[in-house]
């Protein structure tokens, strides 16, 4: 069953529940800021509505370095690279165990699924559940952005094995639910968890009013296009609480659009200023340079923000346009960073970070290779991000036939987990314009990026386009060579009338 | 007077000897996992073959961990750079523990055997011989090692009271070295292939160390395979014929010149895991340098070697710093090196007294020792440069050395990637177009 809008069909009586965070299967994790906020968020809202028992099972939860365990599940053979897939975090026969030695039965599992492509281990979560409750199951709700994003799919595929009907969560329960602050009281109220969380997830803002290509925040906010707030005051006062009940010093803002409103903004900074407490923030995900002035990052750094990721993506302002980001400009990123600087960020230091997209259709892969050099040489810091086409977005909306169309050799047809950006699902439908890309290139240019930041002496990175003399030297050897090469190739744009499957199954290569 | 008595005259059966490597003051420990006093562990095998009680202190090896330990000691200014300055190694207080130890045993030296290593580490093995004489004030210090030999006139002066004798070294120099003197067994064992030793004796010594625990070697000679490849052979012929389980790894030493496929075949089947090459340029300011014998060597180690591409397998080691070093060409050998070889790391040249090159340049240098530690690139004004313009070039080498899932990025490389990266930095297709500059919004 899909439960849409409708709290009163989550609340049915119960009083008792399990919450788990499921492990994950993937090539790559990277676990500093793990933690299940919405999962969280719910045990908050439970509580509210009555329910007396709940115990977290955080799959996911991390040791003293903020790393989770991970075993060896697969090889994943991409054309001529094999990737290895992981079980990151507690194995299925440990949750097993840890269900079992539960001191209550819950009335109801609640369970979270975040990435489309990571739903299998829900599925088998939910077989687990089934082998330890047998008989009377308790009822299992499944919620969070897999569920919101393809609710149809989760409804299909998750109980299928286990034979139960599951009830889908699609998007939020309700305001109450999604305003709430997280309960942190669950891994400090139990042993399963040696070390308890020092950081905090917030989630100050919900909502953009962009419909960015690759992004499908649209449809995760049931295609409300309204910056939602928290109040600054409550925001403070949940920093507060966390800071003084449990040590957190450490806080992340997850949100759609963080700088969106600004005197919103501004006044929570001046909130969590007037508590005096002496606290790290980080926006991981990331802030839209164009909305950057040096007001707010003076007052962002006055209040903790240590580090910076500005949203680049690209240099070419047509390419950001055809991903339907015409508010991105260069101009705007460049202006962003000076104003970073003049705010006391330092270029090269890691506290300044540029995200480089990658890896979509269409894409042109000079440009990429130029904007991770123009970042180098503006931030010193150049984050790679693959991209995965997300269910709800435009992007996938447009590729759907290609992703989901029969594949050579066999014909077999991909699923969700398949989409995993990490997995290059663009690769055939790029070869098209690139006839020579290979699954190694796409490791060979994010190992490139990653090479940028790596040559740091003395705080400083390796400037290429510097104007010292070691500087020009190197450019000089690069440019030697690159005289006796023809230009890559031009931009050739992909005949979108091909039938997809021509792509997939080689024919006309 | 003292330097030609005997050792029986200088010291009777009962005599207690302490040999002291100290702990080094510098800016950076280069090879920090690799360092031994292979010499003062050499005059202690000696020693112990003579019945004498020995003990030793290698401030350099960890007392717990793998890793050096370090503090901050002060700073060294060079140019407009404050560069900060580390006690690497046991720290006094770990070394006046260890006193305290010995004493509550009742074990007092009635010699001190000190090893200073590089003449610019002076300073350090001049606070630890202040600690020791004032520990154990009857004991009789002595100097040996680089320092004590190239700088005698220096140590004398510094390190008064102290008497440098290299008898004792000279005599021990075919010596094994006898790792049951340390307290906590080292990872790795340095072994010396050309002293006069036959495969035997070497293969003896390393099955020795095996049953010590040890399974990692390096040989320390400056160069290897050196004048006699026949006899390397025969080590690593011997090796493989007994089976040892041991890892081997070439820190600088070896030269790609010296690399056959024979070679090359015997080293791996031996153990040989890491290769760092040897820096064959001769030092001619205008030379780029020949980079033929690594195309070749390179070629040998992959194809019949079996080691990785561009992974920690294979480092080339390049020279700079070198007095009329042409920077141009420092930086050209250095990017097409890092295409060839996979790997590069920067060998800062280092001033060594008594040298030609020393004699030749000597006018150049500071006269303080310290100061012509080669890591701070005594010859840069010399060469008209900067100490700035090295570490430019040292941030080049750290991006054509990084290593992201184990590998290095070839920048000169044939493939695509790399095409389309040299494309964009030479048209400056990186630079974006920018239709307005916009002012600073500093509302």
Redo the contacts between chains.
Sequence with gaps: MIIRDNPSQVLNGAKSAILINPPIYDTQYWAYWSQPHGLLKVATWLRKNGYEQLRLIDCLATDSKRRVRQRHRDVVQRDDIAKQLWTFGMSLDELEIRLRETSFVPGEIWITSIMTYWWESTRDVIDVVKRVYPQNTPRILVGGIYPTLDPEHANRHLGERAGIDINVVDGEICDDAANARTDLSLYYNDDLYETKPRYALITGSRGCRFNCAYCAQLKLNHENPKVRSRSPQEIADEIEEKYKKYGVREFAFYEDNLLFNRDDFLERLAEIRKRGLKISIYAPEGIEPRLVDLEFLNEMRATGFRKLHLALETIDNEIARGWNRKQATIEAFERAVEVAKKAGWAVGSQDLNAFVIFGLPDEDLQVTINTALYASQKVGSVIPMLFTPVPGSILFRQHEDYLFSPRAPDGERWDLQDLNGKLLPFLEYNQQKYPWLRASDYLRLESFMMHLNNSKVRTRPFNFASAHPVSRVFRNVLSDVAKNESAPSPSVRIDLKQPTSSILMGVGK | MMKRKSLKKQHTQQQRILLVSPPVYDIRLDWARWHQPLGLLQVGSLLLERGYGVRLFDCLQPLQGKRVQRKKLDSVSVEN?ELARWHFGWSWEQIEDKIEDLKEEKWKPDVIYVTCMMTFWWESTRDLVRLVRKRFPKARIILGGVYASLCPNHARQQLRGVRLDSTIGKKAKTEATDLSLYERMPHFSGVLLNRSRSANQIVKEIEAKIALGVREFAFFDDEIPGKNPKHFEGVLDLIIQKGLDIKLRALGNLSPKALTQNLVIKMREAGYRQIFLHDDRALDPDAKGDLSAYERGIELLLTHGGYKPRTEDITAMVLVGYPSEN??HT??RL??LAHIVGSVNLVPFQPTPGTDIYQRYEKHLPPELEKQNGKLFPFAKFNGASFS?Y??????A??LN????S???D??GD?????????????E??????????P????
């Design positions: 750079h920077l141009d930086v050209e990017t097409r313009d570490q430019e070039l040292t941030r080049l750290a991006l990084s290593k992201y899932r590998t290095t990025f920048f000169l493939d695509q990637i790399a095409q389309m990266v040299r494309y964009s930095i030479a048209n297709t990186w630079k974006p177009k920018l239709r307005v500059t916009l600073l919004a500093t509302r």
